[in-house]
């Protein structure tokens, strides 16, 4: 029998831990298997190529195909791949290949990334992220329908499969919503939104509507919601595992100028849309969410806090049991 969710349910990780690389990489892998378990819908990895504090992933893809292996019905996606410093066509193939393995699991979310670092260590013009960001998406949404590119005879190999609404974009403003929307790719929110004194989903909530306004695809739209939640006993349990990442992620935020200095770790989780403690007090604020009733689906993340994997796991056993079903999700049953 199955069972038809009011939402997908996803978990995002940036692959972060608290010991070496490939331990980190590891223990991100089994949280991909604990989530297939739970009956979690989608699994998403995140793209990095400065290190995070912690880890970091440069490259989603191969990470994607392993997870294929050790995995039996859980999607597979990213949020994003940073898409004007990729080649596109290769983007495709690398996609196409993890979607063959996978039976058809994988998806994808592209974006223009934030750090001008990244785009002087490629060779790419910073400024023009945007303009580059488009020409890419074009490129590779042509290269995942198979069409002939580059040259006479060629496309991507493997052929892909349908792509038709398995593309995300991230966006950051109403502008960048209506332009999801206009090439007919599904919308990604980030977490929360900075540089803005009101709350995350006040902000992001028009922008969801105005996607959805401007959307004339034939296929359904579909909004990621993405959203900082780490479930435990109590909100001291939490901060527990949470707040030494809340805290250096607050101290980068202040040095580039997005959040003031003095901030108390209340206003801290405040400015990251932070849904932490008992489940039921996530619940609570989930109900309350501007964002939530008109996503089709919900992408948990522990980011920017770093808890150790036995205390990820139990935070994902938590949202698959206790949270999501009250909100009216239901794990698909074979």
């Known amino acids: 029998m199955t069972t038809t969710p009011h939402f997908r ?3 995002l990780t940036h692959v972060q831990g608290r010991g070496d690389l490939a331990t980190t990489y590891r223990d991100a892998q089994e949280l991909f298997v604990v989530a297939d378990e739970l009956g979690f819908d989608v699994g998403w990895v995140a793209q990095h190529h400065i290190p995070l504090g912690g880890g970091g992933l440069s490259s989603p893809w191969p990470f994607l195909a392993h997870a294929a292996a050790r995995t039996r019905r859980i999607r597979l996606s990213t949020a994003i791949t940073i898409l004007p410093l990729e080649n596109p066509i290769r983007l495709a193939e690398d996609v196409a290949v993890v979607d063959a393995l996978s039976g058809g699991r ?11 670092e990244e785009y002087a260590a490629f060779g790419a013009d910073f400024d023009q992220k ?7 998406l074009a490129t590779l949404r042509r290269a995942l329908s198979n069409e002939e590119l580059g ?16 593309i995300w974009q991230g966006v950051f403003s109403a502008a960048g919503a209506r332009h999801a929307a206009a090439a007919g790719t599904n919308l990604l929110l980030n977490r929360a939104t900075y540089g803005y004194e009101e709350p995350t989903d006040v902000i992001q909530r028009p922008w969801a509507d105005e996607f959805l306004a ?21 909100k001291r349990t939490a901060l527990a595992q949470i707040g030494d990442g809340v805290q250096r992620a607050t101290e980068g935020f202040v040095r580039r100028g997005a959040f003031p200095a003095g901030l108390g770790t209340e206003e801290q989780l405040r400015r990251f849309h932070a849904f932490h403690g008992h489940p039921d007090e996530i619940i609570a604020g989930l109900q309350a969410e501007r964002v939530l ?3 089709t689906d ?24 206790e949270v999501a079903p009250a909100l009216g999700w239901k794990p698909k049953v074979d």
């Open 9 to 11: 349910l996803g978990f």
């Open 298 to 321: 919900l992408i948990a993340q522990f980011n920017p806090g770093i808890p150790d994997r036995d205390a990820a796991i139990r935070a994902l056993e938590l949202i698959a049991t």
């Open 293 to 295: 009733p008109v996503a």
């Open 214 to 234: 401007a959307w004339d695809r034939p296929h359904q739209p579909r909004i990621g919601l993405s959203r900082f939640i780490f479930p435990a006993r109590d």
């Open 130 to 136: 945007r303009e580059l960001t488009t020409v890419g």
């Open 106 to 116: 994988a998806e994808i979310g592209v974006g223009s990334g934030a750090g001008p």
């Open 151 to 166: 040259t006479s005879g060629f496309s991507i190999q493997p052929p892909a499969g349908d792509f038709t609404d398995r």
